[in-house]
């Protein structure tokens, strides 16, 4: 019985662990470069609990944006004096967080607001579509008259195939 409700439990467990220890030495080590990892990346964390859709590759996307943004931050952050009064002062700077949550912003709407605009042109096309062949109807009934709708209604195209044979 305890062995089934081991294998119940979570498998998503195990690739934390190595996050988990980056995390732990790195704060030892680069306290402040972990502040401002810390705070940027919050969009990504937000997503990642946030994701719904289950999209593959979206979390990583946002990750990898989310994090070009951030390492402009912790470039200003070495070159500038790697400090935790550095790392404070640099949050504290409104354009910092333009750079890294606007590129998290890109990230969301590359992921969540791309596919919307992509189906709204598929509608416009299909419409137009509609409306061609709308306009084609009218000239062949024009042509041909109104008998040729009422012989499409009695066979259809593909029954006159069908049979044939």
Known sequence: MAAKAKSKAPSNTKPLFPLMVFIGICSVVAPPTMIVLAAGMVPTVVATFLNTSKVRGSIAAMFALNL??????????????????????????VFMWLLMFGSAGVAAFLLWGVPIVVQAGYEVQARQAINKLGRRRSKLIEEWGGQIIEDAKIQPMGMAKRTKK
């Open 68 to 93: 070009a943004g951030v390492i402009p931050v912790l470039g200003f952050l070495w070159t500038r004096g790697h400090s935790i009064d550095q790392a404070v002062r640099l949050l504290t700077d």
